[in-house]
């Protein structure tokens, strides 16, 4: 079983910038592919960002295009922890920010589906004009 836990949303105004964590345990983290998805009132839950498991001590990282050189994924193994730094905010990245995980080597497209099976609790993102 994994164990998710996001922290640092909040309230920031447009062309602020924020950083998410998601800390993991119950399972080593080189194994786990991790991704960040959101939610807007009323939409549909999005992809984000992902970060692959470690392969060949490499991991692999993608983005939606809407948050393509504005958000930035990486993975801290010393911390067990994941990060979303969001730059360069827009109203409309204000949704709930949901870290899930996945375990072992997956394809680009699994990455970028909802379809992961261990989810954390999501944590707000707020972007005022």
């Known amino acids: 079983q994994v164990q998710l836990v996001e922290s640092g949303g909040g309230l920031v105004q447009a062309g602020g910038s924020l950083r998410l964590s998601c800390a993991a345990s119950?399972?080593?983290?080189?194994?786990?592919?991790m991704g960040w998805f959101r939610q807007a009132p009323g939409k549909e839950r999005e992809f984000v960002a992902a970060i692959s498991a470690v392969s060949w001590s490499v991991r692999s990282t993608y983005y939606a295009d809407s948050v393509k050189g504005r958000f930035t994924i990486s993975g801290d193994s010393a911390r067990n922890t994941v990060y979303l730094q969001l730059n360069s905010l827009k109203p409309e990245d204000t949704a709930v920010y949901y870290c899930?995980?996945?375990?072992?080597?997956?394809?680009?497209?699994?990455?970028?589906?909802?379809?992961?099976?261990?989810w954390g609790q999501g944590t707000q993102v707020s972007v005022s004009v």
């Open positions: 119950g399972r080593t983290f080189s194994d786990l592919a």
């Open positions: 899930a995980a996945l375990i072992g080597s997956r394809s680009p497209g699994e990455l970028m589906s909802p379809a992961y099976r261990y």
